[in-house]
């Protein structure tokens, strides 16, 4: 109550400011012009926006092209602005706005209009709200004026309706404080009652914590009990297995015992382990019978072990005696080997000797070729053949005892002795070989001398050999003419004041000679090399010419080429544009442009032939050069032939171009000549049979190319070329056509691609039109008649159904435009289909027997359709 007193005082002093700020403002005139004058808010069904709103406002600023008008007031009081807003944020913000601030996010009312001036009626308060009837916006004071009493009305009925809401409201809370009392008064009651639960909860709770604890404590008794009965459990069985393991650790250590028990004291381990297993065995408990069978496996293994360790040292003792044996006999060979070496190497001493003594003598300075032959005859005598088999036989000796040889060589005792025998045997090789061989090569050397000398004397005059006996020494002897410049240069350089060349100088004389005749061939080879290289400079110039030649040549054919491709490209272009050219003009193109392509590569293989055989025929020091520059030339025809290659491609592809014409034109003309025939058939009631025999005109079974032309040459309005109905009798048929080929050259079948009616009737509008049955799709069926629209723009076709035989009339179109059969390119017969095709005439007629499967509505097959 005290709430709505103070705010039905504030309402009153709202009213008295407001009447007295009325009285206060002077009359102001009527607005003279469009935003030029004062605007005058009235009434508005919202008390609080009203008192916000409602006063007198004037221009104060522009915008979006619209005045702004300001709420006249005291000094502090809010702004309360009526602006225009375009627009820019979307057509639910454009329109005229009340609020503190233009464009701000608090606003009071709003009217969607956009006149040049705020508009009087209309606006919506809130501004999402319902349009407020009682609020208005008139322009000038006087308006204002003459409207106060209905402004003092609407503040009445305003005051009314504000006091009924303050008493409803004021009920509301007489109703709210019953409310609450009520409901204090049972959480009045809700805690005594809780209190009392409470109360006796605890109870309950001290009284369970008692049980809980006496509980507690007997568990905790009988807890300590049972744990010290395991505590004394578990001293006596530790006591226990403690006795275990000593005794088990007593028996262990006499097992071990046999592991290092002898012969001697394996008696007296036995006896000790017996004796322990007797005392100490019932001690071990679970491990007793592991024990006792450890110590049976350890006694039998100690007995094995003991047999073998006897066993290796019988074995040992075996080699050893046989090894002293082998020695033995081994020092008793060495021995023997030794006095036999012995007896050789004296021998060999005494024939080596011998042999020295005779042929020393020929190695003296002054020995003369008769005593060094001589000696020659010696060594190969008696003497030298007894020198030579001793040292053979000390070297079989050492050979054969090589093993022999190695141990008196590593022993002490006989490494001096062995020693010393290879010195002797080596030192009569020496004499013996050695000094022969050396006798032999003074022999040699004394012919050779005796030759030369033979030479010079030859040649040599009293004083030697002079000027001209020099040129005929070179002539004579080497062969080779010396000039008079090298004869007096050897002269001076080996002859004496004379210019004679003694003896002595004979050796030197043949060198210089040997040098002079190596010196002209020097210069005859560089000579000719000069020569060469002349005749490969101007063979290498012949051959850069013709490569150039060739190179040339095919240069020349670049344009060819290149206009041959740009031709190949033009036809191209041709077959691929909106309209190709005729066959004939394709086909003078294609000659000339297969003509040029044809001459093109047979120049291009050509030239590249005649510079392989030229790379061929060139010397092999200008085969590298040749290879060099005729790669140039056949990279040139690498390239045209690759360019060429595209004409061909292009050609290829006209080709094809051309075969698709020529086959859409014989499909074209194949059904033209099937619109012929059965109009002929049409014309002369002819059925299939009768048509074929009239085609058939020898009658063995098959139409030949020549019947098959005069027989469409015989059909009203066939005005064809016979090449182009040979062209498809090829087409069809090859060399004969059989009666099936022929059947079916002027049947058309259809595969049905989506489900459709078999009707009677053309028409699927007139009353006598059945449905004979549906046709499924993937079947198959031959055109009779057709297609033609009909008054629906349905197109049909009469057909005969593949299937079984059944003759009706068919949709191809519906006047949508939905496909419902297509033509097949190849017609093969389904599974379902008999073996044998039937004529489409035979089956017209025997359709008139057949009764229809299924009827159904004009209007259910329409709209199927």
Same mark, same amino acid.
């Given at each position: 109550?005290?709430? *709505? =007193? #103070? &705010?039905?005082?504030?309402? %009153?002093?709202? !009213?008295?400011? +407001?009447?007295? /700020? @009325? $009285? ?120 204002? *004026? =003459? #409207? &106060?009493?209905?402004?003092? %009305?609407?503040? !009445?009925?305003? +005051?009314?309706? /504000? @006091? $009924? ?131 049976? !496996? ?5 007995? @094995? ?561």
């Amino acid at each position: 109550q005290q709430q *709505q =007193q #103070q &705010q039905q005082a504030a309402y %009153q002093q709202q !009213q008295a400011q +407001y009447q007295q /700020q @009325q $009285q206060q403002q002077p009359a102001q005139p009527q607005a003279g012009g469009a935003g030029g004058g004062q605007l005058s808010v009235t009434g508005c069904g919202n008390p609080t926006v009203s008192e916000i709103i409602r006063g007198t406002f004037s221009p104060h600023a522009q915008n979006h092209s619209r005045p702004v008008y300001r709420k006249e007031g005291p000094q502090g009081a809010i702004d309360v602005l009526i602006y225009f807003w375009d627009d820019r944020d979307g057509a639910s913000f454009c329109g005229w706005w009340f609020g503190p601030k233009v464009g701000g996010d608090q606003v009071w009312a709003y009217n969607p209009e956009r006149a040049q001036e705020p508009p009087q009626t209309g606006w919506r308060v809130p501004y999402d709200g319902p349009v407020d009837q009682a609020l208005q916006v008139v322009p000038g004071g006087g308006a204002a *004026q =003459q #409207q &106060q009493p209905q402004q003092q %009305q609407w503040d !009445q009925q305003s +005051y009314q309706r /504000q @006091q $009924q809401e303050q008493q409803e409201q004021q009920l509301r809370q007489q109703q709210q404080q019953q409310q609450i009392e009520r409901q204090r008064q049972q959480q009045e009651e809700q805690r005594h009652q809780q209190a009392e639960q409470q109360r006796v909860w605890q109870q309950q709770q001290q009284e369970k914590l008692r049980l809980q604890e006496e509980q507690r404590k007997r568990m905790q008794e009988e807890q300590n009990r049972r744990q010290e009965e395991e505590m004394q459990r578990k001293r006596e069985a530790d006591e226990k297995m403690r006795l275990e393991q000593v005794a088990i650790l007593g028996v262990r250590k006499v097992i071990q015992k046999l592991q290092v028990a002898t012969l001697k004291s394996l008696d007296e381990v036995k006896g000790e382990l017996d004796q322990v297993l007797a005392q100490e065995l019932w001690k071990t408990g679970s491990h007793a019978d592991q024990l006792k069978n450890e110590a049976v !496996q350890q006694t039998e293994r100690a007995k @094995q072990r003991i047999e073998y360790e006897e066993e290796q040292k019988r074995v040992a003792e075996e080699r050893r005696k046989e090894f002293e044996r082998i020695r033995a006999e081994e020092a008793e060979a060495r021995t023997k080997f030794l006095e036999e070496l012995s007896g050789l190497t004296d021998a060999l001493d005494k024939n080596a000797s011998a042999l020295k003594d005779m042929l020393t003598p020929a190695l003296e300075k002054d020995a003369s070729l008769a005593t060094a032959e001589k000696a020659i005859a010696a060594g190969e005598g008696e003497v030298g053949n007894s020198a030579k088999a001793a040292c053979k036989a000390c070297t079989d000796l050492m050979v054969a005892n090589k093993s022999a040889v190695e141990a008196l060589r590593m022993s002490s005792e006989t490494k001096a002795d062995m020693i010393g025998f290879q010195e002797r045997i080596h030192a009569g090789f020496v004499n013996v070989f050695l000094t022969g061989s050396k006798v032999q090569k003074k022999a040699s050397a004394m012919k050779r001398m005796n030759k030369r000398c033979e030479a010079f004397d030859k040649y040599a005059g009293a004083k030697g050999i002079t000027k001209s006996s020099i040129w005929k020494y070179a002539k004579g002897e080497q062969g080779f003419e010396l000039s008079a410049d090298v004869v007096a240069k050897i002269s001076a350089q080996l002859g004496d004041k004379n210019g004679s060349i003694p003896k002595e100088h004979y050796q030197q004389l043949k060198i210089c000679v040997g040098v002079a005749r190596e010196e002209e061939a020097s210069r005859k080879r560089v000579e000719e090399r000069k020569k060469r290289m002349a005749e490969l400079e101007e063979e290498k110039k012949a051959l850069q010419a013709e490569l150039d030649k060739f190179l040339e040549k095919m240069g020349e054919l670049d344009a060819e080429v290149t206009r041959t491709l740009e031709s190949s490209t033009g036809l191209q272009g041709k077959i691929t544009a909106e309209e190709p050219p005729s066959d004939s003009d394709l086909a003078d193109e294609v000659e000339d442009l297969q003509d040029v392509s044809k001459s093109l590569k047979e120049k291009i293989v050509n030239i590249c032939q005649e510079v392989s055989k030229l790379i061929q025929g060139a010397d092999a020091t200008l085969q590298p050069l040749a290879r060099l520059e005729g790669s140039k030339v056949e990279l040139k025809g690498r390239l045209f032939t690759s360019k060429l290659s595209q004409v061909t491609f292009a050609l290829l592809m006209v080709a094809e171009f051309r075969a698709k014409q020529a086959a859409k034109e014989l499909e074209k003309l194949q059904a033209s000549l099937v619109e012929l025939i059965k109009k002929h058939m049409a014309a002369t009631e002819l059925k299939m049979e009768d048509l074929f025999k009239a085609a058939d005109k020898d009658e063995d079974g098959s139409v030949s190319k020549s019947e098959f032309v005069t027989f469409v040459k015989g059909l009203d309005g066939c005005e064809t070329e016979d090449s182009k109905l040979e062209s498809l009798f090829a087409r069809i048929g090859g060399e004969s056509m059989s009666k099936e080929s022929f059947l079916r050259l002027i049947t058309v079948r259809m595969k049905v691609t989506k489900e459709t009616l078999l009707t009677s009737d053309f028409s699927l509008s007139t009353k006598d039109s059945k449905t004979l049955r549906r046709l499924l799709e993937g079947e198959f069926v031959e055109v009779q008649v057709g297609p033609t629209k009909d008054e629906k723009d349905l197109t049909r076709i009469k057909c005969c159904a593949i299937k079984d035989g059944l003759v009706g009339w068919a949709t191809v179109v519906g006047n949508t435009g939905a496909a419902f059969l297509e033509a097949c390119e190849e017609e093969k017969k389904p599974a379902e289909a008999a073996a044998e095709p039937t004529p489409a005439a035979a089956e017209a007629e025997a359709a008139t027997d057949v009764a229809p499967q299924k009827t159904e509505a004009d209007k259910e097959g329409t709209s199927q359709e």
